[in-house]
């Protein structure tokens, strides 16, 4: 598995959504959002992203009112909605998953994991992030 080594983070306050896991994901061992992709809105708070939309890892599991840090360079782990090959792009879906990149949306990142299906992590390369 390649290793998380992230080189440029920001941190950015969560408001109507908590991505901390509940109990019952915790028993499950599940992190909640973390290593989920998320949006920055216009009010500088982090959501879940949509499809194609311009999306950041999600390297913490910040709970309401506190802040999360995403990962804006280098080498960071990523919820797979799909199989993905390694070195493909990826892309956000609707829940904030990755899925393999469509012409038309915005690339997260490029795959340096082979996924071989829905809910598996893997570390992607995060490029510099668009500019504003």
Request: a neutral charge.
């Amino acid at each position: 598995m390649a290793r998380e080594k992230v080189i440029l983070t920001e941190d950015k306050k969560v408001t109507g959504t908590t991505f901390v896991p509940s109990a019952k994901e915790q028993e499950e061992g599940k992190t909640g959002k973390q290593f989920f992709l998320v949006t920055i809105s216009t009010n500088n708070i982090l959501e879940l992203a949509v499809s194609g939309s311009i999306a950041y890892p999600l390297i913490d599991t910040p709970a309401q009112n506190e802040f999360g840090t995403i990962a804006l360079l280098g080498v960071a782990k990523v919820v797979c909605a799909e199989a993905i090959e390694a070195g493909e792009r990826v892309a956000s879906n609707n829940k904030g998953e990755a899925q393999k990149w469509l012409a038309g949306q915005y690339a997260v990142g490029v795959a340096l994991e082979k996924s071989t299906g829905a809910g598996q992590i893997i570390a992607i390369s995060v490029p510099a992030p668009p500019k504003a």
